[in-house]
Structure formats: structure tokens, C-alpha cells
């Protein structure tokens, strides 16, 4: 390592003092060889070398530091000349600076402010938040009631459906002195105190509507005398009404009853129709003998015979000789107790003490016995007996 002169100095003189020093175990308690100062000297030279290192980087590190002194010192004095020559510009830097300071007190106080508002927006923005959350559901309540309404107006000649389709409530308003209402101004119905529309109408139809009352008013007195008349008739008609087993009285009103007379009878209508009596020219009433209608039976025997048609009866028993109904109780038997011949009752109900049984009576050839019998014994004789 190549060395200054200073430094070549410096260790030779570090050499000298260190070959002249003698060190002695009495004075140091120590025990130092030569070879130790040579390690010694080895590790100073190490460090001298370290030194010198430090040393020159130092002059090197100073050289650059006078040079930028230097450098310094030009710049300074050039500033110290422009200060000098613009020390009104100065002025008006540190006027425009205490400005600066100013303004940005001002826009502290200002960005403290603008915090405080924006805290306020935050607090508005959820307020805000909530009020378009109650919009939002109010606008669909809008869009559903819109709908309804859409549903209600119909364009020209549109169909209706019954049980889907919908229509708006038409309402008016009563007031009791009338609408007032400016020309080509709309307006709502008017009603009466009941809810009832009130219309006007116009003369050609007031002038119709009061000849039509006219009208009414003679079709109300024609249909009082209407009444009146069949008041009347219904009084006459239920003078002339009977009704089923009620008593004859004096002076009672009837209805005649009408007959057509017919040289030949015949038939008015079918079977089930009504129709009405006839008579022959003479004005006599056409009957019809019904007695056997339901059949007959001829007997010339001793067998008890008995009717065996429903509901019918012997009407009639026609001798065709002389005939003897057997004795005793089966001879002839009445139909109605007490009130035809019978071969042991009387008729009390026709008399009660008169009449006589017909036990052992002949009755002759050609002779009809009318009545009711539900049957009959010959004893002798032949006859013919007739169902009705």
C-alpha cells in the first residue's frame, strides 16, 4: 500500500518508540514477548492502512466539499444580487404569502364546513333513502290503482263482459239553489236531496211530456170508471157465485143456464171438452137412461147372485115371469141399509114405522124394481138384472 508522507512519517515514528519501549513484568504484571508487539504492530498497520483509506476519501469527500462551497458561494452571491435587485418583488411575495395564509385559514374554515354539510348529507342521503323506499311502494300502489282505472274506460263500441268487467261510479251533487256553472266549463250531475238526476229538458219535449200527462189524466178517470164498474161486476159476479153446500136464501141471483136445441142430437166436442145442454124442438131436455150401462145379467135360478163390478150396484131387476125372491136375509139385499126394498128391512129412513119387507111378495111378469142391491136370491121366476 503506497502511503503519504505524513503517514510514513507517523509510522516510523510509531516503529522507533516501539523498539525503544521495554516492558517489564514488575511495573505491568504483564508478560509481553516480541512476538506479541509484532502482532500488534500487524494489526495497527491494519488499521493505519484503514485509516489511510478513511483519510483519503476524506480529501477526496473535502475536495467535493470546497468545490461545492465554491459553487455555494457563486449562487449565494448571485442571490444576494437578485435579492437586491428585486426586493420589491419580495415584498410583494411575502405580501402575496401572508395572502396564502389568509386564504388558507379560510379554506380550513371552509373544508370544516363543507365536513359539517356533508355529514348533513350523509344524514339526509339515508333520510332520503327511507323517503324513496316509501316512494317506490307508494308508486307501485299508483301503477296498481292506474291499472284499475284502465281497466274502466272502454273505447267506442267495446264489449262487456259480465262478472269481469269494471266500471267508474258516475256521482253528482246536490246543492238546493241550483248549479251555477261558466259556459264551456265542465261541471259535475246534478241531483235532487234523494240522489235522483236531475234533467232539463227542452221545450218540444216539456210540450210532449204534458200532452202525455194529459193523456194520463183521462186514462186515470177512464180506469177509475174501469174500476168502478168492475167493482161492480166482481159484486155481481160474487152475488151470482155459490159455493159448495151453502143454504139457499130468498132473492138469491143465479146465472141461466143455457141449452141448444137440436132436432137430432149430436155431439158438440171431444171426449173431455166441455159443451153445453141441448134440447129437442119442443125445448125439452135430451137425457140418457144410464140404468145398465155398466153391464146386466139374465137369472132364471136359485144361485145367489151377487154385483161383482166396481164401484156399481143392481139399479134395476126386470121380471120376466112372475118372480119370488127367496126368504130371509140374502133374498134382496139393499145397497144402501134402510133405504130400498129388502127381503127383511123396512126403508125407515124413507119411513119409520110404514114400510114392509118383501119376504114372500110376488112380483109379476113385466114389472122393472128400481134401487140400489148388492145382490139377490130367486126362490122362483126368471128376471134380468141391470148394472149401474
Request: overall charge negative.
Amino acid at each position: 500500500m503506497d502511503l503519504n508522507t505524513k503517514e510514513q512519517i507517523l509510522l516510523d515514528k510509531i516503529v522507533q518508540n516501539t523498539a525503544s519501549t521495554s516492558l517489564t513484568a514488575d511495573s505491568l504484571a504483564l508478560d509481553v514477548s516480541v512476538d506479541g508487539l509484532e502482532g500488534l504492530q500487524g494489526t495497527t498497520n491494519t488499521k493505519l492502512a484503514t485509516i489511510g483509506t478513511t483519510l483519503a476519501a476524506i480529501e477526496t469527500d473535502a475536495a467535493a466539499i470546497e468545490a461545492l462551497l465554491t459553487a455555494a458561494n457563486v449562487d449565494h452571491a448571485a442571490i444576494e444580487v437578485l435579492l437586491t435587485g428585486n426586493s420589491g418583488e419580495l415584498s410583494a411575495i411575502k405580501t402575496d404569502m401572508a395572502a396564502l395564509e389568509v386564504l388558507s385559514t379560510a379554506a380550513n374554515v371552509d373544508l370544516a364546513a363543507m365536513e359539517v354539510l356533508l355529514a348533513a348529507a350523509n344524514v339526509d342521503h339515508a333520510a332520503n333513502e327511507v323517503l324513496l323506499t316509501a316512494i317506490d311502494a307508494d308508486t307501485s300502489n299508483i301503477a296498481d290503482n292506474t291499472n284499475f282505472l284502465r281497466d274502466a274506460v272502454y273505447i267506442d263500441d267495446a264489449d262487456w263482459t259480465d262478472g269481469a268487467s269494471k266500471h267508474m261510479l258516475t256521482g253528482g251533487v246536490y246543492r238546493s239553489g241550483g248549479h251555477t256553472i261558466t259556459d264551456g266549463d265542465t261541471g259535475p250531475f246534478a241531483v235532487d236531496s234523494q240522489g235522483r238526476l236531475q234533467v232539463e229538458l227542452s221545450p218540444t219535449d216539456n210540450a210532449v211530456l204534458d200532452a202525455i200527462d194529459a193523456v194520463l189524466d183521462t186514462i186515470k178517470v177512464d180506469t177509475e170508471a174501469i174500476e168502478t164498474a168492475v167493482e161492480s161486476v166482481e159484486a155481481s159476479i160474487t152475488s151470482l157465485v155459490k159455493s159448495e153446500d151453502a143454504a139457499h136464501s130468498s132473492g138469491d141471483r143465479g146465472i141461466m143456464a143455457l141449452a141448444v136445441s137440436q132436432t137430432t142430437p149430436t155431439r158438440f166436442g171431444g171426449d173431455g171438452d166441455y159443451s153445453p145442454l141441448s134440447t129437442n124442438a119442443s125445448g125439452a131436455l135430451y137425457t140418457m137412461n144410464v140404468a145398465g150401462q155398466m153391464g146386466s145379467i139374465l137369472v132364471n135360478d136359485t144361485t145367489a147372485v151377487t154385483c161383482g163390478v166396481t164401484a156399481g150396484t143392481f139399479v134395476a131387476i126386470y121380471m120376466l115371469t112372475d118372480t119370488v125372491f127367496a126368504s130371509g136375509a140374502g133374498g134382496l139385499s139393499s145397497a144402501i141399509s134402510q133405504s130400498f126394498l129388502d127381503d127383511t128391512e123396512t126403508s125407515t129412513n124413507i119411513d119409520a114405522d110404514a114400510g114392509t119387507a118383501i119376504d114372500g111378495i110376488t112380483f109379476p111378469a113385466g114389472m122393472t124394481l128400481y134401487g140400489k142391491y148388492s145382490g139377490f136370491t130367486l126362490a122362483s121366476g126368471s128376471v134380468i138384472a141391470y148394472v149401474g
